[in-house]
């Protein structure tokens, strides 16, 4: 195996390469050339490199690299991005393609960390002298079944989920409220897409951290850069709500071959919090996801929560991956790392 290591502002050049290794395995969405060069483009420093392996006369492996200080490196990992940027041909052994990047990479390298792996992409290694996984979280997914019924679906949900929302429905309509889901997909129409996502973000909670999305920030021209470029490959679908004329919750989505993302959810928290206008949309969309039949999986890729246990039994666990250079320095760092857990605990 040899490895090539050239700057991640040279990403373009190697688009192709990148997209053709995604395509060999379950083509995942937010590892597309589209998205990684969005992320680089919005919140790269300069320093990253782009990693690319080759075996046999074809490229087996892949990574967009960040410096973490004296000999170590990681994958470029900004908050925006679902799983770490590596990608792997199947049949390859993740751990022996980290031990084989770690010789390549400039100077001693003694950390090498894959951050944020998922078992679908890559599967999880196990544990030896030189290589330490960690879980990161538990994550969830729909599966949508081959003969797309929907009805099967939701009456395996939870009688309180199916209720829940029946009532809600019903007193909209005793309301006089007309509910609407719009679907955007169009490239010329995701500025503006964002520009309203961002409006619900802002009018909220993370209004006051400073987390929210919004046109003038790099969070807000990330999604737009990214999101045009997936729509106009007809990878891109926003989701919106409506009550009547006012809109109340959005998803901003990507898709590739027969997975769709939901990358981000926003609603309007001033709607009275017997109505749950981000779950309606839900059903909603599921709904017809199903009906349409063009994907196996929808992927929500953040932490599980107890609402995403009412929509799914699908749940795996992502994981970290540590490649030291020699065993006694995985000892130490898992030494290290297990006393600092244990002072925390004491301290709680």
Known sequence: MKWTLVPATRFAEYAARWDALNQAGPAAP????????????????????????????????????????????????????????????????????????????????????????????????????????????????????????????????????????????????????????????????????????????????????????????????????????????GGARVYRYWFDERLVAMDLCIHERDCIVILKTAYDESVPSSLSPALLMREEAVRGLFDEGSFARIEFYGRVMEWHTRWTDAVRTLYHLNLYRWPLLTRTHALLQARAAATTNNGA
Request: proline share 4%; glycine share 10%.
């Open 30 to 233: 937010m590892l597309a050339p589209a998205f990684v060069a969005s992320l680089l483009d919005s919140f790269g420093t300069g320093a990253e490199l782009l990693a690319l392996c080759e075996d046999g006369g074809e490229t087996c492996a892949a990574a967009v690299l960040a410096p973490q200080g004296a000999g170590r490196w990681t994958t470029f990992q900004p908050a925006q991005a679902p799983v770490g940027l590596w990608l792997q041909r199947p049949g390859f052994e993740q751990a022996a393609l980290a031990s084989s990047l770690m010789r390549a990479l400039p100077g001693l390298t003694l950390l090498l960390a894959l951050t944020q792996c998922d078992p679908l992409l890559a599967p999880r290694p196990q544990d030896d002298g030189r290589v330490r996984t960690l879980d990161y979280i538990a994550t969830a997914r729909i599966d949508v079944d081959a003969d797309g019924a929907f009805d099967a679906y939701w009456q395996a949900r939870g009688k309180n989920l199916r209720n829940n929302l029946k009532k809600q429905r019903n007193r909209l309509a005793a309301d006089g409220v007309v509910t609407r889901l719009e679907t955007v997909t169009l490239e010329a129409d995701m500025a503006g897409a964002v520009r309203d996502y961002g409006r619900l973000e802002s009018a909220g909670w993370k209004a006051g951290s400073g987390s929210a999305v919004d046109v003038g920030n790099a969070q807000g021209r990330f999604y737009t850069q990214m999101l045009e470029a997936f729509a106009r490959v």
